[in-house]
């Protein structure tokens, strides 16, 4: 019953890497958008995106570790 837990765990965890995907799909389109709309302030519009890539990813990453520490650290007691 734990190792069910724990699969159905470590999948809800890796659902987070759906949002950070249309998130960053967010941040690029945007970023393209305003760039279309005012193209002077591309250079400064480019850091802004790559902070949101980078802030949005770091969600991915740690749904990503927390789905590794469910499936690897909260092992199963074995009777003996």
Avoid: C, D, W
């Amino acid at each position: 019953m734990l190792e069910g837990a724990k699969s159905m765990g470590a999948g809800a965890a890796t659902i987070a890497s759906a949002g950070a995907a249309v998130g960053i799909g967010n941040v690029l389109s945007s970023s393209i958008h305003s760039v279309a709309r005012n193209p002077s302030l591309a250079k400064q519009l480019f850091g802004y995106a790559i902070l949101g890539f980078a802030l949005t990813e770091a969600i991915a990453s740690f749904a990503l570790m927390m789905a590794f520490l469910i499936s690897s650290v909260f092992r199963s007691k074995k009777e003996g």
